[in-house]
């Protein structure tokens, strides 16, 4: 179940109300694969075609993982990992299923360190994913972890706890794989990295955590077609409606708020779908988030008093698990027993009236959505929900939601500066330029 509720936003629509008739005409062209990018619409039948091709194989590498090892060295960066670690997050390790680590987001060899550290002695596999098989900052990660596998188990070893999530025929780490013998999962041609968390980019390493990937792939079929519905009562519409008409009125900046601080990496996978889809051409709403309470107590000044020019996005849960109560207390020195005998939950709901309250008398919108739980069902919800929607979304800014020309520029710029073969003139000219 998904709830929209933009009771918190009608009042700040002024000139610009939803344009229902314009997100009628962004889902068709997405549906009909008719507008841009329409070469990377695999994402929506991923539920349905990864059980007629690679399931089974998924489910059987999840066992091996965790009969292997307790731990799975996830290495991939952006849309290769990001999914994997907002499920894992939210959703959390079953009972005997392997910890996961992650690496190659970055270069900093402090935060590699930690990993390793943390990785100790223990048994583990490694799960490399890159769709080009040639982004620096995994590939190196890779180099370094496949090493510590080989140093601990010798080369035939190593190369059975290595998994590769990889395009299906191009790129270095396809070669790679092909000639070490590693098993190999593909990333669709037509699946872009941020739309992949359905594939086995996203499941097999939550297949190894013990996480129900069979369930998330049911709810997703189910919800994709039930998100396919042709009204305004379909919540995409509504988000999407919702974001553009406020953007047109000035919101720039969308702020994604939850009160359950293990949705934080949720909201890091949000930001790249959003903000990879729809920054370019000089538009687009800039995506933020942050962690109530906490938050409150830092970007809360801001959010209530700063520029106006923010929306905020509220994710909520309709059931939480279990719930704490608040003690007596025989003194009642702090002065809280007016709240003993209550839930933490309960208390949490009625601070978030009051926080929706305070934002929008200060001039902030606020876009509720509700989902299930923070379990399977919750995550293949919003997963669903933010895809489509962002397609809609992207379609009536007029840009294309599933290209990201942007992310080259600093690659290039990187390589020529580490001197990569085949970069050494525009390497030269950038050396002169930063001299
Ligand atoms: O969404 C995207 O396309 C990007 O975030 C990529 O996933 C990211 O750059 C990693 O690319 P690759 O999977 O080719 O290593």
New binding site residues.
């Given amino acids: 179940m998904i709830h929209v509720d933009l009771t918190g936003a009608a009042p700040f629509f002024g000139a610009h109300t939803p344009d229902y008739a314009a997100a009628e005409a962004a889902h068709r062209t997405l549906s009909e694969k008719t507008g841009a990018g329409s070469d990377f619409l695999g994402w929506t039948e991923l539920p349905r075609r990864i059980r007629e091709t690679e399931l089974a194989r998924i489910l059987a590498a999840g066992k091996t993982i965790r009969e292997k090892g307790d731990a799975l060295v996830v290495v991939?960066?952006?849309?290769?990992?990001?999914g994997a670690r907002a499920a894992y997050e939210l959703i959390g390790r079953r009972e005997g299923g392997a910890e996961l680590l992650f690496a190659g987001n970055g270069l900093s060899a402090a935060t590699l360190r930690d990993t390793i550290e943390k990785l100790g002695d223990r048994d583990f596999c490694v799960n490399v994913?890159?769709?080009?098989?040639?982004?620096l900052?995994?590939?190196l990660g890779f180099r370094v972890f496949r090493d510590l596998l080989i140093k601990k188990y010798g080369e035939e070893e190593a190369n059975s706890r290595i998994f590769a999530t990889?395009?299906a025929r191009r790129?270095a780490?396809k070669s790679e794989a092909d000639a070490a013998g590693w098993e190999s999962f593909v990333?669709p041609d037509d699946v872009?990295?941020?739309?992949?968390v359905l594939s086995a980019?996203g499941l097999l390493p939550l297949c190894a955590t013990g996480i129900d990937i069979q369930k998330i792939l049911t709810v997703a079929e189910e919800t994709f077609a039930s998100l396919g519905e042709r009204s305004e009562a379909n919540p995409c519409w509504q988000y999407a409606a919702a974001r553009q008409a406020l953007y047109k009125s000035g919101k720039a900046v969308e702020i994604l708020a939850c009160y359950e601080p293990r949705f934080r990496m949720m909201a890091e996978w949000w930001k790249?779908?959003y903000g990879?889809s729809e920054g370019k051409n000089g538009l687009g709403i800039f995506p933020a988030s942050v962690e109530y309470n906490a938050d409150l107590h830092s970007m809360g000044q801001y959010i209530q008093e700063g520029p106006r020019h923010l929306m905020e996005t509220v994710v909520s849960f309709a059931s939480l698990p279990g719930g704490y109560t608040v003690p007596a207390d025989a003194h009642d020195g702090d002065g809280l027993n007016y709240l003993a005998g209550h839930d933490f939950n309960e208390i949490a709901a009625i601070a978030r009236a009051a926080v929706k309250t305070a934002h929008i008398e200060g001039g902030v919108p606020n876009l509720a959505i509700e989902v299930t739980d923070m379990a399977e069902t919750g995550f293949a919800e919003l997963v669903c929900f933010f895809e489509l929607a962002c397609g809609i979304s992207g379609y009536m800014e007029g840009v294309n939601p599933f290209d990201?020309p942007g992310?080259e520029a600093y690659k290039k710029n990187m390589f020529a500066l580490l001197g990569k073969p085949g970069y050494e003139e525009m390497g030269e000219e950038l050396r002169k330029r930063l001299r």
């Fill in positions: 991939g960066i952006g849309g290769s990992y990001l994913v890159s769709k080009s098989g040639t982004t900052e995994p590939a990889t395009d790129g780490l990333v872009g990295g941020r739309y992949s980019v790249q779908l990879e990201q992310v």
